[in-house]
């Protein structure tokens, strides 16, 4: 694949709750999820367009199918795209909407494909094609949960992606790898990925780890998360004030304190 992505420097800002900075040279451009923006200097200008501007020639109906996809997952129709159209270097920020950890990813190092799970991705140099893959497995379809849909990335350029919590990434030289099937962040082009059933019915219903797992084998790196936003919704939701107005959950005999403080 020949060079097409927009070269871009980037920084990391902050530690639990980060956001990436990047920079523009006049002329260059970063597509970004829609809502992901922090701040951008002045010069660059930005505008909200179906596709991710990877392929100029693709025409309209090619625009609208990938669009389709993209709403089918749950994704917004459009794109926003950050263009540099000022003198001089400019910098635009990007951060998601839960704490969390930042991956860069060098798409021409990592064979220029990677697979992330839905919602995680963030950003990209301009050229990268993002796509929407649906899981042919019917392990991975029907029973993933979040693995069933994933977005695919193409491109020799950077790109980001956000997840939950704290990040490792796994080099797999062939073995298999059994994950929490929220706690994957992504996986290069040379992973094999899929969903299987946790064995014994004891370990199904009383384990708490859920009822399937996600395996990953083959050749390439992994990015798992630790805290994934939908357990983290779930803790939330848990231990949210019931109705009626009683608390629930830790910290109950501080809560019924603060009721008394405040007159309920």
Not at 195 to 219: C, D, N, P, Q, Y
């Amino acid at each position: 694949m020949e060079m097409r992505c927009h070269e871009i420097d980037y920084r990391i800002i902050g530690e639990s709750m980060q956001m990436v900075e990047v920079e523009l040279d006049p002329g260059e451009a970063v597509i970004a999820e829609a809502g992901a923006m922090n701040y951008i200097e002045d010069g660059i200008q930005f505008e909200a367009k179906m596709g991710d501007g990877s392929d100029v020639e693709q025409g309209f109906m090619g625009k609208l199918f990938s669009a389709g996809k993209r709403m089918i997952s749950g994704e917004s129709l459009f794109m926003t795209h950050f263009t540099n159209r000022g003198m001089g270097k400019k910098h635009a920020a990007f951060a998601a909407p839960f704490p969390g950890t930042i991956v860069p990813l060098n798409m021409a190092q990592l064979g220029q494909s990677v697979y992330l799970q839905k919602d995680s991705f963030l950003c990209a140099a301009l050229g990268t094609k993002v796509d929407i893959a649906f899981q042919r497995k019917l392990g991975a379809g029907f029973f993933g949960g979040e693995g069933f849909i994933l977005e695919h990335l193409q491109g020799d350029g950077m790109a980001f992606a956000h997840a939950g919590g704290t990040v490792i990434e796994k080099e797999l030289r062939g073995e298999t790898l059994r994950v929490d099937t929220g706690c994957v962040v992504g996986f290069t082009g040379g992973i094999d990925f899929d969903i299987e059933r946790v064995k014994g019915l004891k370990s199904m219903f009383f384990g708490g780890e859920g009822l399937f797992l996600a395996t990953l084998s083959g050749h390439g790196k992994v990015w798992i998360q630790s805290l994934p936003f939908s357990r983290l919704a779930d803790r939330v939701i848990e231990h949210a004030p019931q109705m009626g107005g009683q608390r629930q959950g830790e910290g109950s005999i501080l809560g019924s304190l603060g009721d008394l403080i405040d007159g309920d």
